[in-house]
């Protein structure tokens, strides 16, 4: 039987690649779109070595329709799993028009192409950012949504977008998905988070301490009203994150609809709960260092990710310490893998 093709946008990216990984195993055929602005191209070479020859790829831009246009026309896209886009919080409080460019105007410009082709079924990569400060975790996905940070209203804009082209008959399949915080990497160590520059989230500069790249971590604030006063989030091992997309697109083969989910254990974790499990896992010491707190972070986040389960037929499988272990399986294997870093 013909493989669905799957348009992956930001497919080379830390959720993109273990995404097209797991759409492969699950007998769809991945069509990795990324103008690899936040990813290193030998990416490809080593998907390709878990995925097989049957992985597409194009580079370009999700701003640019002419491209997106002559894609639907060359493939017969199924659905569109739409990935790319910036995602740091602090980033985006000094960066917002950034964040609104490539977030919400790549997601009209792409949305126009899907139209224009016909192509309706839309996974979506949206975030916990959007529940912001004012609710009392566990979020479950009617709680209020009241973002921040210019990164988490870009996601909550293009969710209110893809809801009003769902009901104006433009798309019949919409899911968006809110990821809690991603971390880990594929069992493999072939993939994993590779941040150009200075990573802005904690596990990638986490990793860079651990293997003696940077000195020590800073810790953004332990004022805050927690258990140790670090912040508290919900980390989600990425490849649970990428079978959460597989189940998403067998919903739009099952009947149209749309649908928000919350992807997240349902659990909180501490930032020196997290250098704890990570020393554990590495067996490496995580020098760190207090400072002041990151504008745009809130002190508690984690999901109830009851819906998920019980609509999606998906959960959470690894703990902290296997998420911890595989990302310091990746860093081992970084240097290895000659991965330049900008
Ligand atoms: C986690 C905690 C920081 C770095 C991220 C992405 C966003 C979204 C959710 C998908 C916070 C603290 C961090 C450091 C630190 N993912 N920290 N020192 O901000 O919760 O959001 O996941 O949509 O894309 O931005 O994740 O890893 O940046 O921070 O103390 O050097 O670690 O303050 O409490 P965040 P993060």
């Not at 990569?125 to 004012?134: F, L, N, T, W």
């Not at 082209?165 to 971390?183: D, M």
């Not at 802005?200 to 500069?205: A, H, K, R």
Request: proline share 5%.
């Amino acid at each position: 039987m013909q493989q669905k093709i799957i348009l992956v946008t930001g497919g080379a990216g830390y959720i993109g690649s273990h995404t097209c990984v797991a759409l492969a195993q699950a007998g769809y055929r991945p069509l990795l779109f990324d103008n690899f602005s936040n990813s290193d191209p030998s990416v490809i070479e080593r998907l390709t070595q878990l995925i097989g020859p049957s992985l597409l790829v194009l580079r370009g831009d999700i701003r640019d329709l002419a491209t997106l246009k002559e894609i639907f026309q060359t493939y017969p896209c199924y659905a569109v799993i739409h990935l790319a886009g910036v995602k740091a919080v602090g980033e985006s409080v000094a960066k917002p028009l950034d964040y609104y460019d490539i977030n919400v105007t790549g997601s009209l410009v792409l949305l126009k192409a899907m139209k224009q082709a016909g192509v309706s079924r839309l996974v979506f990569s949206s975030s916990a950012a959007v529940y912001g400060e004012k609710t009392i975790p566990p979020f479950q996905e009617q709680a209020l949504l009241d973002p921040i940070n210019p990164y988490g209203r870009s996601k909550l804009m293009i969710e209110k977008i893809i809801n009003d082209l769902y009901h104006a008959n433009t798309l019949q399949s919409v899911l968006s998905l809110r990821y809690f915080n991603p971390i880990g990497a594929h069992p493999s160590g072939f993939i994993g988070e590779t941040p150009t520059g200075t990573p802005n989230n904690l596990l990638p500069y986490l990793m860079q301490v651990a293997a003696g790249i940077r000195k020590k971590l800073f810790i953004f604030g332990n004022d805050y009203p927690t258990a140790d006063g670090t912040a508290v989030r919900d980390y989600i091992h990425v490849m649970d994150l990428a079978q959460g997309h597989v189940l998403a697109l067998q919903k739009t083969e099952q009947r149209e609809g749309c649908w928000t989910f919350n992807l997240g254990r349902g659990r909180g974790s501490s930032v020196l709960e997290v250098i704890d499990a990570f020393e554990q896992a590495s067996g490496q010491n995580i020098p760190y260092e207090v400072i002041q707190r990151r504008p745009g972070d809130v002190a508690a986040s984690w999901a109830d990710p009851t819906a998920a389960q019980q609509q999606l037929g998906w959960s959470a499988t690894y703990n902290l310490e296997m998420m911890c272990a595989h990302s310091w399986h990746w860093q081992c294997h970084l240097d290895s893998l000659k991965v330049q870093r900008k």
